[in-house]
């Protein structure tokens, strides 16, 4: 039995490339990737009905499926948590080192119509990251941890993408600034639970938010108009 073809957007977004840094996520991209994959224009556009805005999407979800396989496969047992999350943003931006793609990415969804699609997919790393590293938040803090965490990420990327030192690692080095950041945060947050004062002080909102609830998981299911790889 012969390995079934790649589905068609996975297709498209291989041939898409080459014209990115050129042409930028656009359609004129989108028309060059349906003629040089051979993908008809009919499954083309059933599976990428913004053409390269689309293609933009998969490109970054293609990062995060990348960045978990490495994550699945890095011995991280004896690791500070820490350093977990900042080897997982590190995996992340290592995934594809196509900069151009992603400097293009990110002037894409800069723009008005296109922000909520990029701020969807930033939380969306965030997500697969601590979902990836063992987060059972049920509470705020389910949304307090991905909300931090993506504005680590962002800002982590648009550092990378001036970055010009050896192997990035001034691009480490703000990266883990920016945790470091992030856990003097976490340690006020602990002070404040110890002390008689502040604890009663913050009664009230810490009630309120008591009562928020992380989203309820929906099962992976086929909806009608997603692509299923035909069996050979």
Not at 80 to 102: L, M, N, P, T, W
Request: hydrophobic share 40%; charged share 25%; aromatic share 8%.
């Amino acid at each position: 039995m012969t390995d079934p073809l790649p589905d068609p957007k996975s297709r498209l977004l291989d041939a898409a490339l080459p014209h990115v840094a050129f042409d930028g996520w656009t359609e004129k991209t989108f028309e060059a990737a349906i003629r040089d994959s051979d993908v008809s224009p009919t499954v083309a556009r059933a599976s990428c009905p913004r053409g390269g805005v689309d293609l933009a999407v998969a490109y970054h979800k293609r990062g995060d499926e990348l960045m978990l396989e490495r994550l699945k496969a890095a011995p991280m047992t004896d690791m500070r948590f820490r350093d977990r999350i900042a080897a997982a943003v590190r995996f992340r931006i290592e995934a594809i080192d196509d900069k151009e793609a992603v400097r293009r990415g990110s002037s894409l969804f800069a723009l008005p119509q296109y922000a909520p699609d990029g701020a969807k997919l930033i939380w969306g790393t965030a997500d697969a990251i601590w979902d990836a590293l063992g987060d059972t938040s049920e509470d705020v803090n389910w949304y307090t941890k991905r909300a931090t965490l993506s504005g680590v990420y962002s800002a982590t990327v648009l550092y990378w993408l001036g970055d010009t030192s050896e192997g990035n690692a001034a691009t480490w080095a703000f990266l883990d600034r920016r945790i470091d950041d992030v856990m003097q945060i976490e340690k006020l947050k602990a002070q404040v639970r110890e002390s008689p004062t502040l604890s009663r002080l913050m009664a009230g909102p810490n009630w309120l938010l008591s009562h928020v609830k992380a989203p309820a998981r929906m099962p992976r299911m086929n909806f009608p108009g997603s692509w299923t790889a035909p069996r050979r």
